[in-house]
Structures are given as structure tokens and as C-alpha cells.
């Protein structure tokens, strides 16, 4: 596999935080276009197709650290979690769990209230370990 360029770096970082992209192209002093292109260009080398992928590659490589937080979930929580972090959309995590797309959202949003995540990338930052 082929090693990321510093900017992609950057990108993948920043991202797998669960910042979006215009918060990224801001803080880097570029066009969102841009971040997309080191997004996809980022994946394309880590063989991360979706953020959520590229979020695990980055735990993975040592990029970010996801904090071991020994969070309590429930065999569906933690089912849609993993299916998330695998990069499954939420859809297939609904029909994989029997519940709504609603209900799946749902679900999110009371997990990353009680972990106090504002964003799904986040939420699955901090759950890396615990699923």
C-alpha cells in the first residue's frame, strides 16, 4: 500500500475527527473541492472508500487516537456501530437489525448524546474500541 502524502495526512485526520469539509478546507487554507480531492485521493491509497473507512485506517495507522471509554452499548448498538465503522451505509444497518432507517438514526443520536459527540464520525471515533 502506498503511504499518504502530509496532506493527505491532514485531510484524513481532520475528517476522521468528524469534521466536515468546510471546516477542513478552512483550517487548511483550501478550497472544500480540494478537500474532497485529498479526500477520495486519501481513500483511494488506504483502500477506504467511504469516511467511515478512512476514519478506521486512521485509528489503524495511529493518525487519531480513539479513546477506550468502556461505553456499556447493547447488542444492537454495537451491531450499528460495527456496521458503520466497516463502512456500511445506515441503511444496511437498519435491515441488518430489523429496525427503521428512522430508528437507526434514532439510536445514533441518543449514543452520541450520552458519549457527547456532535457528529456521527465522532460518535465512531470514540466507539472504535468498544465494539
Known amino acids: 500500500m502506498k503511504t499518504l502524502t502530509s496532506r493527505q495526512r491532514e485531510v484524513a485526520v481532520l475528517i476522521a475527527e468528524g469534521r466536515p469539509r468546510a471546516e477542513v478546507a478552512r ?3 483550501i478550497s472544500k473541492s480540494t478537500v474532497r480531492l485529498h479526500i477520495d485521493n486519501a481513500g483511494h491509497l488506504a483502500g477506504a472508500s467511504k469516511r467511515a473507512n478512512l476514519l478506521r485506517y486512521a485509528i ?3 493518525l487519531i487516537q480513539s479513546e477506550r471509554r468502556n461505553i456499556v452499548l447493547s447488542e444492537r448498538e454495537r451491531m450499528i456501530v460495527r ?11 437498519a435491515v441488518a437489525t430489523g429496525m427503521s432507517l428512522a430508528g437507526v438514526g434514532l439510536v445514533l443520536r441518543r449514543l452520541r448524546s450520552r458519549v457527547g459527540a456532535r457528529r456521527t464520525p465522532e460518535l465512531l471515533r470514540i466507539l472504535a474500541w468498544d465494539v
Open 83 to 93: 456496521m458503520l465503522l466497516d463502512g456500511f451505509p445506515q441503511a444496511a444497518a
Open 27 to 29: 483550517a487548511l487554507g
Open 60 to 62: 489503524d495507522q495511529g
